[in-house]
């Protein structure tokens, strides 16, 4: 078996050819071969062959089809790639996906804001920041699934988990700012079409890179997108943190 060498995902797709998979899956259509036992067994007994079930078959191959769909949109992986050209923009769309801008300008803004009401929003959108990087960094060292082997690992400040590459971190912090600042900021239509664009490019952006699969931005938005309800539920207020928000108070005195 060579399964230890692989992460959970790539053990999926290397434990057996799809010609096999679907023989188990089918065995009416295609009789298996007589089984021989081996040594050890209890003469004239088959060993037991576990056959993937028809959901593993699916989901290797959806995988399969993943990786090979996403190979094909990586049309920016490299300077020298078929939209090479169009590197520098989407790198650009990288920053604007980051963590640290989020973090420092929400901090930043913190700082100078004086007005109650923004302090508990701009709080919570720290909270909601942190909460995000704390729950990729735990879903990526759990899943540790490596990023595109097409991708070139030239990223803007990572920490340890981001070389591995489920969910796109870009994109569950995408889909949730998009949500929190389509409920707690009063913009204009056209604005809040522009948050979501935005939302959805930088996801797109991450392929295209070559940074990851569509399955790990498919999963960021959803997850990013929950996030979001995690955040609501817990919602910093002078209600419901009375200690945190005096603390604030005295502290900006
Ligand atoms: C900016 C301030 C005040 C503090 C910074 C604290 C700090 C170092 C936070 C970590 C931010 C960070 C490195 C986030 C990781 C962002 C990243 C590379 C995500 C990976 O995204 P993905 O889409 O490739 O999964």
Redesign the pocket.
């Known amino acids: 078996m060579r399964l230890q060498k692989y992460n959970t995902f790539e053990a999926l797709l290397v434990s057996d050819t799809f010609e096999n998979l679907t023989f188990s899956c089918f065995p009416l259509q295609h009789p298996a071969p007589p089984q021989t036992s081996p040594a050890g067994s209890p003469a004239g007994r088959a060993a037991p062959v576990p056959s993937p079930s028809c959901a593993a078959v699916a989901f290797r191959s959806l995988l399969a089809a993943d990786l090979r769909f996403s190979r094909q949109l990586g049309v920016c992986a490299g300077e020298r790639s078929a939209w090479g050209s169009a590197r520098p923009l989407l790198r650009l769309l990288?920053v604007s996906?980051?963590?640290?801008?989020w973090?420092?300008g929400t901090?930043y803004g913190l700082g100078r804001s004086e007005s109650p009401a923004g302090r508990e929003v701009l709080l919570n959108l720290l909270f909601a920041l942190v909460l995000d990087?704390v729950l990729?960094a735990m879903v990526?060292g759990l899943v540790r699934r490596r990023?595109p082997t097409h991708n070139k690992m030239d990223?803007?400040?990572?920490?340890s988990v981001?070389k591995?590459?489920f969910?796109?971190?870009?994109?569950t912090?995408a889909a949730m700012v998009c949500r929190f600042v389509l409920h707690h900021l009063v913009l204009a239509i056209p604005l809040r079409v522009l948050v979501v664009l935005w939302a959805i490019i930088v996801g797109i952006s991450?392929v295209m890179l070559g940074?990851?699969n569509v399955s790990?931005?498919a999963f960021?938005f959803i997850m990013g997108y929950m996030q979001y309800n995690v955040v609501k539920y817990f919602w910093l207020s002078p209600l419901s943190a009375p200690a945190l928000f005096a603390v604030w108070n005295q502290w900006n005195q």
Do not use: N
């Open positions: 990288e996906g980051h963590g640290v801008p973090l420092a901090l990087l990729v990526k990023r990223m803007f400040v990572t920490i981001d591995y590459s969910p796109s971190g870009h994109a912090r991450r940074r990851h790990d931005v960021g």
